[in-house]
């Protein structure tokens, strides 16, 4: 391997061709990936890698039908507009080589990847290149299968002083769901949201209260009377 190198520069460096040019050749590498498979019909595997600009992740499409879809950290089911896409790919008797897709990596950026046939992404088909670490690939699983929250869905409201009337702070949650076809079988949407209420003194009115499912932390115990709260609703008082 290494006279190959030396034997190729020699002939880049005749050819009036720089020899750092032979380098970027000899870098660049190929990396495969199979969708579904041997692994299980809903994995990548492997489920993430680290790849170098110039390299090419190659897709190998198994087990029935499934897609490449580029999508971001926080919405890792909706495709990135813009973003690479395979399309939905038949492999029914899932030969290897018959629906391969390539993927050019173009710099060190973190790039979010899932399966848009019909709740696999929900179930935990994803993929990533370059996510940092196991760790960060793991919570951006967690999103799509809507164990863990978005860090993009956090609303915050500060108050500079206690409000002499009672106030009302509005937030929302919303969960986008992608779909190429109609859904052969039940398809269940998992979102959660925690409102976080901090107050360094009571209020002259005490007018806290909450509609739905939610969490609140650090309020004063004068601030609770007349708090509404729906089941599940869970008080932490210092």
């Known amino acids: ?132 670490s196991e760790e960060t690939f793991n919570q951006f699983k967690d999103i799509a299968m809507g164990v863990a929250a978005p860090t993009s869905a956090e609303s915050t409201e500060s108050m500079s002083s206690a409000p002499t009337e009672s106030a009302t702070v509005s937030m929302s949650a919303t969960a986008t769901v992608s779909m190429s076809a109609a859904p052969t079988e039940s398809v269940t949407v998992s979102m959660s949201a925690t409102a976080n209420v901090s107050m360094s003194a009571t209020p002259t009115e005490s007018a806290v209260s909450f509609t739905g499912a939610a969490s609140i932390d650090n309020v004063p115990r004068g601030a609770l009377a007349g708090l509404v709260g729906a089941a599940g609703l869970a008080l932490a008082l210092f």
């Open 1 to 132: 391997m290494i006279f190959g190198t030396v034997f190729l520069s020699a002939a880049l460096l005749a050819a009036g061709i720089p020899s750092g040019f032979a380098k970027t050749l000899k870098t660049r590498a190929t990396i495969s990936v199979t969708v579904g498979g041997e692994a299980g019909p809903l994995v990548f595997d492997p489920e993430w890698v680290d790849a170098s600009a110039g390299d090419v992740v190659t897709f190998d499409l198994l087990s029935a039908s499934h897609s490449v879809t580029q999508s971001t950290f926080d919405q890792p089911c909706v495709f990135m507009e813009g973003g690479a896409d395979s399309g939905i790919r038949p492999n029914p008797e899932s030969v290897a080589g018959q629906e391969v897709f390539e993927f050019t990596v173009t710099d060190s950026e973190p790039q979010w990847f899932f399966c848009a046939q019909v709740g696999h992404c929900l179930q935990g088909m994803v993929f990533a290149i370059n996510p940092g």
